[in-house]
Structures are given as structure tokens and as C-alpha cells.
């Protein structure tokens, strides 16, 4: 266990309780594990209490035609809901509904989402518009919904999604990160405009970077370190 593993993952807790991290400080001595295993149940307990309203609206969605659902998600329905109705979907009737949504609204979903409960629906949006959702989601510094997800998206929307960031953005999201087994892959993605600037973020970053270093194997921690 170390303080970065246990940072990112009360930053993670703190934002699906909507408190600032600093509120959880009574759980610092607890492993990182533990918190991670909190998270799960505290996002299948605030899922099961309304669980019938999510799926009645999830089917709404899939039954009538995809121009009508989307506006009627923008315009209706709050981005909580909707996001517990997505979770409902499949990924084709997901993508075809994303890509009639802007940015900023899927943005606003995102932070609602379980990626545990939605992986699969997420890879059914177009890389296009997950590129859009990253962008935005960096513009409001969003770390947490991009680390959540970033771990079950392919290496081609992943690859492109990058493209979206910058060093101190990629730094940012990458401490948060689930699924931490994949750092090392996508660190062999970088181009070496991208890996200069990852490192140059690296300066005010050190506990991010510190971390991500950790993760890497002995070849790809040469290249950035």
C-alpha cells in the first residue's frame, strides 16, 4: 500500500459521494482495496434504490426512434438518469444515441456512470465522439470519470483519445486510473512529442508521475524517466 494509491482512490470515493476528498481523511489508514471495494458497494446501493424508474426509462429509449430519445434525454431527463437508463442499453442503440448528443451533456452523463455496469455500452459510442467527451471532460479537469473509463476503452479509441490531452492532462487521469495493469500499454503508445511532454508535465506532477513510474516496465520507465 502507498499514499498515492490511497489519494487516488479517495479521490475516487469523494467523487461518487459528491464531498471533497479532504472529508474522507478518516480513511486514509485503510488499504487501497478496501476503498476500492467501498466504491462498489456504494455505487450498487445508490444504483438499486431506484432501479424499476432507471430501467422503465431504459426502455423507453429502446423502443422509440434514436433522434426522439436524445432529445428527450437532453432536454428531460437529468444526466443521473440517464446515465442509470444507459446502463440498460445495448452498445449499438448507446452509440447511435451518443452520437446524436453534444459533448457537454455526455460529459455531464459520464460522471454518472458505473463502468462496471456500463463498459460494454461505452465501447458501442463512436471514437469520434469519445474523443469530444475527453476533451471536455479535460477542459472541466474531470480526472476521475476519465480514469474510470479509460481502462475499458479499445487501443484505437484509446490511442485517439490521447490526442485530446496534454502531458499534465494524461498525468492527471492516469493516477486515477482502474485499471492500472494497462499503464504500461498505454504508455507504449506515446509518440515522443507526446512522452517529452509528458515529462516536462512531470515538474508540479511529482506524485502523479512518481506513481505512473511504478506501473511501468523496466523499457518504458527508461524512456520517460
Known amino acids: 500500500m502507498t499514499a498515492a494509491e490511497t489519494h487516488a482512490e479517495l479521490m475516487k470515493l469523494g467523487r461518487l459521494l459528491g464531498v471533497p476528498p479532504a472529508r474522507l481523511s478518516g480513511l486514509e489508514a485503510a488499504a487501497p482495496a478496501d476503498l476500492r471495494a467501498l466504491r462498489g458497494q456504494v455505487g450498487e446501493r445508490l444504483f438499486a434504490a431506484d432501479r424499476e424508474a432507471f430501467a422503465r426509462v431504459g426502455l423507453l429509449a429502446r423502443t422509440i426512434p434514436a433522434a426522439i430519445s436524445a432529445k428527450v434525454a437532453e432536454k428531460v431527463l437529468s444526466p443521473m438518469l440517464a446515465a442509470r437508463a444507459t446502463e440498460s442499453l445495448s452498445p449499438e442503440k448507446a452509440g447511435e444515441l451518443a452520437g446524436r448528443l453534444p ?38 479537469e474531470d480526472w476521475v470519470t476519465m480514469g474510470e473509463f479509460v481502462g475499458h476503452l479499445p487501443a484505437a479509441t484509446l490511442r485517439a483519445t490521447m490526442s485530446a490531452l496534454d502531458g499534465a492532462a494524461m498525468l492527471q487521469v492516469w493516477f486515477v486510473l482502474d ?35 511504478a506501473h511501468l516496465s523496466p523499457e518504458q520507465r527508461a524512456r520517460l524517466s
Open 103 to 140: 459533448a457537454s451533456f455526455l460529459a455531464d452523463v459520464a460522471q454518472h456512470l458505473d463502468p462496471m455496469r456500463t463498459a460494454d455500452v461505452v465501447v458501442g459510442v463512436p471514437a469520434a465522439k469519445i474523443v469530444e467527451v475527453a476533451a471536455e471532460l479535460a477542459r472541466r
Open 179 to 213: 485499471a492500472k495493469d494497462r499503464l504500461d500499454e498505454i504508455a507504449a503508445m506515446l509518440t515522443d512529442e507526446q512522452a517529452a511532454a509528458l515529462v516536462a508535465a512531470a515538474d508540479g506532477l511529482d506524485e502523479q508521475f512518481a506513481d505512473l513510474l
